[in-house]
């Protein structure tokens, strides 16, 4: 008799190996998880378990990593994130605009993400109210009915698909009102169709969160008059 420990394998994995035992004829036994069979089938069984074992491993490798979608980054937030990733010694993966990173840094990462963008925005709040010094420019009024006071607003929502996903942004200069209706459109788009992709659930989080703090910074900047 050879033994083999499955404690490691999956409880469906042994119900599908128990299943190939049966159907090929093969004599075993299985008590707790330790699978007896008799020496001539040993070798078969002993590679069927580390076909098994293998497939959890890449299974697991997969699971353990977070990707988020950052195509849509401006140049100068994908540079303060790598700096920032690289100074918190985070193993960082960037291809085609997909962002990877450990599971286990998730939450760090969610933070870097959010503080790239808000580098950002001072970047060019800084911009733009040297721009408006410059060039002697009054307070803009609402894009959409003309009111003042406005203020830009920027605003995503994403639309999930099983293998690809879009994130539509919008900046726009909204008041009050317009601003309170175009967050409320934007996050309830983003509940209800942001869901569906693989990647668009790990992101929608964050697009909703995003949303909630620009919305915040809108109100301020509305009531600083700035
Ligand atoms: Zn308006």
């Not at 469906?12 to 004829?25: K, P, W």
């Not at 070798?43 to 580390?50: D, F, G, K, P, T």
């Not at 910074?217 to 600083?224: E, I, S």
Request: hydrophobic share 35%.
């Amino acid at each position: 008799m050879n033994s083999f420990d499955v404690s490691d394998l999956s409880p469906q994995q042994i119900v599908e190996l128990i299943g190939a035992l049966n159907s090929d004829g093969i004599l075993h036994a299985l008590s707790g998880s330790t699978l007896k069979v008799s020496d001539e089938d040993s070798e078969a069984v002993s590679i069927a378990v580390s076909v098994m074992r293998r497939h959890t491993q890449a299974q697991n490798e997969g699971v353990e990593r977070v990707r988020y979608d950052i195509r849509e980054f401006h140049a100068y937030e994908t540079a303060v994130l790598k700096e920032k990733l690289s100074a918190l010694s985070i193993d960082f993966d960037i291809t085609d605009g997909i962002l990877s990173v450990p599971r286990s840094r998730e939450s760090e990462v969610d933070i870097v993400i959010n503080e790239s963008e808000e580098a950002l925005d001072s970047l060019e709040a800084s911009q733009h109210a040297s721009w408006e010094i410059h060039s002697g420019q009054r307070s803009p009024s609402c894009e959409l009915c003309g009111q003042t006071p406005a203020a830009p607003i920027d605003l995503r929502r994403q639309v999930g698909m099983v293998v690809l996903l879009k994130t539509y942004r919008a900046e726009m200069t909204l008041c009050e009102a317009c601003a309170a209706e175009a967050y409320k459109q934007f996050q309830k788009s983003t509940a209800i169709k942001g869901w569906t992709g693989v990647r668009s659930a790990l992101m929608n989080p964050i697009v909703l969160g995003t949303n909630a703090v620009n919305r915040n910074k809108h109100r301020k900047k509305l009531q600083g008059g700035s």
